[in-house]
């Protein structure tokens, strides 16, 4: 990595001396990046170095706390690059971050692969065996452990070198991959003329495309991006079926288009490298490698509940096909219904089966006050409060972009539990979709650090002053990322290996899944359901409605995520991956479980970040279905005690989920809170694929 030098000091390197500790934004510049991070890098390495010279005999001080203490000043800029690389990017970011990525792999391999510090490790683990230590501290122990074992510690030196060489690559390759989705997702702009084109588009979609030209330079007129928040409401709404056609067919082309920006060659070189670095620490697959440190334990019992949903969710879609067969008919269509035609028949079909569309909805879906809905449920259920604060100025908190808006978060007893940000419109600069991440996690090893969240999310902005107005899903997607808000400011632990979201990935989506049944109870959307013109509450005919089709069109959502999920898991299956073509493997997948033609994989592999922008839900995107086991069996505990905010339930779910980090095992922690094992029947009535 080639050092900038600046002659002032580097901001990334100095003490924060910001309100809360947060970064400061407004002094950080592109040319900080690189001589920050190869002077922590440095540091790390300095410290690593001290663990392993240390003549005394290995101890869990002075091994597994001295290796949770360093990296410190890395970690920090870490998260300060990596959230704004996602959230607010620019070429020269992209440019540090395809340089960064591969150093860090490289940094982290040499520490977890280092046989001297792995020998310390496995000598505690040996003499100790949990003698003397905190139930806490046996499980960072035992994490330690499993970090270095999965990193490839312990195999001979020919094989750690080809394993270290396949994460390097790996990291490269995953950051390409998102990178050129994003790339693509800006280049593309289906412009609007005239009223012809805005057929069929209600007031909402309209003022979004207006915003979306004007924010391309195209004043007065209207633009369809790529973002989800953009395209989805015309897919649902335009009258114009060749509009349709055309944004659809470039929305599922992301990362498929042929040029610079096609990510085939990618997926082929990064599934190969997966299977041989499974085939390496001696295992079937990728899929089994990953697979064999999570709640699921096997690909095997991951596909064996994906199976079990999806022919009950095909069996459902294609019932549900009929339907918009038979009233695309009815009004005069004679062709049959393709992909693009899926939302807007079915929305028209909600309207007639319900007396309800989106329309009607938006306008008691406020983005503020939904924001206030998840604040006020929190406080209910954990006793939370949240003061909003100023953004950047001589009095107040530094912030990465104007859009951004902070919270203080504050318990019962008004001590402070953390800072909470979020970030919810769309730009050029974000990548697609919605997240959490943190610019500090909570930890008490060497003092009471507090947590600093953050929640990243795609809506369109309304027009001027006026309020951002959500569907319903959208709605949803607030809950769910304020529950993995949730998971992060909630965190009561010592260890920052196991704070807050730390967790296996198939229990990490339990905490934001369970959260949002909350946003469906009638008490909540009574009070923050209101009109954003009149103030009025949701009537309550429209909620009932609202309630009552809250599964209508759920077979095409389950077999969109379940496809995905499924084609993810044959992927990371494969024991070699030699010349695979991702479109033609995809393709077979499909027609093995028998994909309903009309539907297409919510994530075609060509732009499916979850699993090829990084290791995040490789081989794991069955993670959500698996949580939702977990979620709508958990709420069930709410409504088995009559209240949806019962107290003793809410303090058993505070005390094992939310604020318990990877302290426990996931199945013992869920069991700690439910009594139980988790059932899958609440998960097929949830989503309406059986008789409640």
Known sequence: MTTTTTERPNPLLADWTTPYGLPPFGDITEVDYRPAFEAALAAHDAEIAAVIADPAEPTFSNTIEALETSGRR????????????????????????????????????????????????????????????????????????????????????????????????????????????????????????????????????????????????????????????????????????????????????????????????????????????????????????????????????????????????????????????????????????????????????RAADYDIDEGRLKPYLQLDKVIEAAFHTAGRLFGLTFAEKTGTGKTGVPVYHPDVRVWEVTGRDGGHVGLFLGDYFARPSKRSGAWMSAFRVQQKLGGDIRPIIVNVMNFSRASGDAPTLLSFDDARTVFHEFGHALHGLLSDVTYPMISGTAVTRDFVEFPSQLFEHWLERPEILQRFAVHHETGEPMPEDLLQRMMAARNFNQGFATVEYVSSALVDMKLHMLDTAEDLDATRFEEAALAEIGMPEAIVMRHRPTHFAHIFSGDGYSAAYYSYLWSEVLDADGFDAFLEAGDPFHPETAQRLHEHVYSAGNSADPNDAYRAFRGRAATPEALLKKRGLVEP
Do not use: C
């Open 74 to 349: 890395l970690r920090r800029i870490s998260s300060v690059f990596f959230n704004l690389a996602g959230s607010h990017t620019n070429d020269d970011l992209q440019a540090i971050e395809r340089e960064i990525a591969p150093t860090l792999t490289r940094h982290y391999n040499a520490i977890f692969m280092n046989e001297a510090l792995f020998a310390r490790v496995r000598r505690i683990v040996e003499t100790q065996d949990g003698a003397g230590l905190t139930r806490e501290q046996a499980r960072v122990l035992e994490r330690y452990h499993k970090a270095f074992v999965k990193s490839g510690a312990g195999l001979d030196e020919t094989t750690k070198t080809r394993i270290a060489e396949i994460s390097e690559r790996l990291s490269s390759l995953g950051i390409q991959f998102g990178q050129n989705v994003l790339a693509d997702e800006k280049s593309y702009a289906l412009v609007l003329d005239g009223e012809g084109d805005l057929a069929g588009l209600p007031g909402f979609v309209r003022d979004a495309a207006a915003r979306a030209a004007a924010d391309r330079g195209l004043d007065g007129k209207h633009v369809v991006t790529l973002s989800r928040s953009s395209i989805e409401p015309f897919l649902q709404f335009s009258a114009r079926r060749d509009l349709r056609e055309t944004a659809f067919k470039a929305w599922i082309a992301r990362g498929e288009t042929g040029g610079d920006t096609d990510n085939r060659a990618i997926i082929a070189e990064m599934v190969r490298l997966r299977a041989e670095r499974a085939r390496l620490q001696g295992h079937d697959s990728f899929a089994h490698f990953r697979l064999d440190d999570s709640m699921a334990g096997s690909p095997e019992a991951a596909l064996e509940l994906l199976t079990s949903v999806w022919t009950p969710a095909r069996d459902r879609a294609q019932r549900e096909r009929a339907a918009l067969q038979a009233l695309a008919s009815a009004e005069g269509g004679n062709h049959e219904i393709a992909a693009w035609d899926w939302r807007y028949y079915a929305e028209k079909l």
